[in-house]
C-alpha cells in the first residue's frame, strides 16, 4: 500500500505516536449521502491554466495547476453522484449585495485591495463563478458564503436535516482554509464526514497535506476518489434493493 502523502512531513516522533496512538479504523459513512463541491470558482483557479508561480503574477490568489488537476479529478466524482442519484450541493462565494467577506474583515484590507489591482477586470467580475467543467445543473443546490465554513450563517444545515442526509462528502479548496471549516462544522452538526483526497487543493502542498492528515486523524475519513465513487454505487444498489423489497 503507498504511504499516505501526509507521511513526508511527520517527524519520526510523530510517526511512532500515530502507529501508537492514531486512528485505527474509518469512522464510517452512513447511507443518505450528499456531495459537496467548495469553492471551485474563477477566483481561485483563474480564467486559464497556468503553473502556480506563473500565475500569481497576475492573480496572487490563484492554486495553479494542482486546483485544475483536482477539478478534472472532481468531474469524475459529479458525474458518479448525478449517476447514482446523490444530492450534489455547490459551495462560492458570496461578495455581492454589498457583502463584505471574511478575508476583509479579518484586518486584510490592504493586502486583498494590493492583489485585486493585479488582477484583470474579468476575473475580478467572474471571481465567484464555479468553473464550467463541474458548474451545477438544474435541481443542484448553490450556496453562497461570506466566510471560510459553508454551515455558518446559510442554509446548508437546514436543507441537509430536511433532505435527511447524515454523510457529507467533500472536496473543494483550500484543504487548509474553506474545506477544513467546513468538515469541522460539519462533523460539529454531527453529519458524518468524507473527504476526497484527489479532488481537493491548496496553494502549499505541506498546509494540503498536514490538514489531511488533522482532518483523517479527527474528523474525517479522508478516501481516494474510487473509494468515493464505489461508496455512491453501494448507496445506489442498496436504495435499489430497498425499494424492489418494499
Same mark, same amino acid.
Given at each position: 500500500?503507498?504511504?499516505?502523502? +501526509?507521511?513526508?512531513?511527520?517527524?519520526?516522533?510523530?510517526?511512532?505516536?500515530?502507529?501508537?496512538?492514531?486512528?485505527?479504523?474509518?469512522?464510517?459513512?452512513?447511507?443518505?449521502?450528499?456531495?459537496?463541491?467548495?469553492?471551485?470558482?474563477?477566483?481561485?483557479?483563474?480564467?486559464?491554466?497556468?503553473?502556480?508561480?506563473?500565475?500569481?503574477?497576475?492573480?496572487?490568489?490563484?492554486?495553479?495547476?494542482?486546483? +485544475?488537476?483536482?477539478?478534472?479529478?472532481?468531474?469524475?466524482?459529479?458525474?458518479?453522484?448525478?449517476?447514482?442519484?446523490?444530492?450534489?450541493?455547490?459551495?462560492?462565494?458570496?461578495?455581492?449585495?454589498?457583502?463584505?467577506? +471574511?478575508?476583509?474583515?479579518?484586518?486584510?484590507?490592504?493586502?486583498?485591495?494590493?492583489?485585486?489591482?493585479?488582477?484583470?477586470?474579468?476575473?475580478?467580475?467572474?471571481?465567484?463563478?464555479?468553473?464550467?467543467?463541474?458548474?451545477?445543473?438544474?435541481?443542484?443546490?448553490?450556496?453562497?458564503?461570506?466566510?471560510?465554513?459553508?454551515?455558518?450563517?446559510?442554509?446548508?444545515?437546514?436543507?441537509?436535516?430536511?433532505?435527511?442526509?447524515?454523510?457529507?462528502?467533500?472536496?473543494?479548496?483550500?484543504?487548509?482554509?474553506?474545506?477544513?471549516?467546513?468538515?469541522?462544522?460539519?462533523?460539529?452538526?454531527?453529519?458524518?464526514?468524507?473527504?476526497?483526497?484527489?479532488?481537493?487543493?491548496?496553494?502549499?502542498?505541506?498546509?494540503?497535506?498536514?490538514?489531511?492528515?488533522?482532518?483523517?486523524?479527527?474528523?474525517?475519513?479522508?478516501?481516494?476518489?474510487?473509494?468515493?465513487?464505489?461508496?455512491?454505487?453501494?448507496?445506489?444498489?442498496?436504495?435499489?434493493?430497498?425499494?424492489?423489497?418494499?
Amino acid at each position: 500500500m503507498t504511504a499516505p502523502g +501526509w507521511e513526508k512531513f511527520m517527524t519520526e516522533r510523530d510517526k511512532v505516536h500515530d502507529q501508537a496512538r492514531g486512528k485505527k479504523a474509518p469512522f464510517g459513512f452512513g447511507s443518505k449521502p450528499a456531495l459537496l463541491l467548495i469553492d471551485f470558482y474563477v477566483g481561485a483557479l483563474g480564467l486559464t491554466r497556468q503553473p502556480l508561480m506563473e500565475q500569481i503574477k497576475t492573480h496572487p490568489g490563484g492554486m495553479g495547476l494542482e486546483g +485544475w488537476e483536482a477539478v478534472d479529478r472532481t468531474k469524475t466524482l459529479l458525474e458518479a453522484a448525478r449517476t447514482y442519484g446523490i444530492p450534489v450541493i455547490h459551495v462560492t462565494k458570496l461578495d455581492r449585495d454589498n457583502v463584505v467577506g +471574511w478575508a476583509s474583515r479579518t484586518g486584510r484590507n490592504k493586502q486583498v485591495a494590493q492583489s485585486e489591482a493585479k488582477m484583470p477586470e474579468e476575473l475580478k467580475r467572474r471571481s465567484a463563478e464555479i468553473v464550467s467543467e463541474v458548474a451545477p445543473i438544474d435541481g443542484e443546490l448553490v450556496i453562497r458564503k461570506a466566510a471560510p465554513s459553508a454551515f455558518n450563517g446559510t442554509v446548508l444545515p437546514y436543507m441537509l436535516q430536511s433532505w435527511g442526509i447524515d454523510t457529507l462528502i467533500a472536496c473543494g479548496e483550500s484543504t487548509s482554509g474553506c474545506v477544513r471549516s467546513t468538515v469541522v462544522d460539519g462533523t460539529t452538526h454531527s453529519f458524518k464526514m468524507g473527504v476526497v483526497e484527489e479532488c481537493t487543493f491548496d496553494r502549499t502542498e505541506m498546509s494540503h497535506w498536514v490538514n489531511l492528515f488533522d482532518l483523517n486523524a479527527k474528523y474525517a475519513d479522508v478516501v481516494k476518489l474510487n473509494e468515493a465513487v464505489a461508496y455512491f454505487e453501494q448507496v445506489a444498489a442498496a436504495r435499489e434493493g430497498s425499494l424492489a423489497g418494499a
